[in-house]
């Protein structure tokens, strides 16, 4: 199962874990299982809607899936997952 790592801001919603195993063959599947698994990061990983949040990057290992195939991007049991809030200053 692919490893999916947690930004501060969701680990509450994961009883603290700062990474977790989510099944699944595809971004949008091992985040759809995330949110299965964890309802609190419902609305802060995944729209109503399904898509990925605006506010939020995917990394799979290092690779932004934003330029990839997106939340249908292929993953391995091997491969990390890491969501990252997008940050904005001024």
Do not use: C, W
């Amino acid at each position: 199962m692919p490893d999916v790592r947690l930004p501060t801001v969701l680990r509450p919603h994961a009883q603290g874990k700062s990474a977790v195993a989510v099944p699944g063959d595809t971004v949008g599947e091992v985040l759809r299982g995330l949110v299965d698994s964890y309802p609190g990061m419902a609305g802060q990983v995944l729209t109503e809607d399904g898509t990925l949040h605006r506010f939020v990057n995917v990394y799979v290992n290092d690779d932004d899936v934003r330029y990839l195939e997106g939340l249908d991007t292929k993953v391995a049991a091997s491969d990390t997952v890491s969501i990252l809030p997008a940050v904005a200053g001024g």
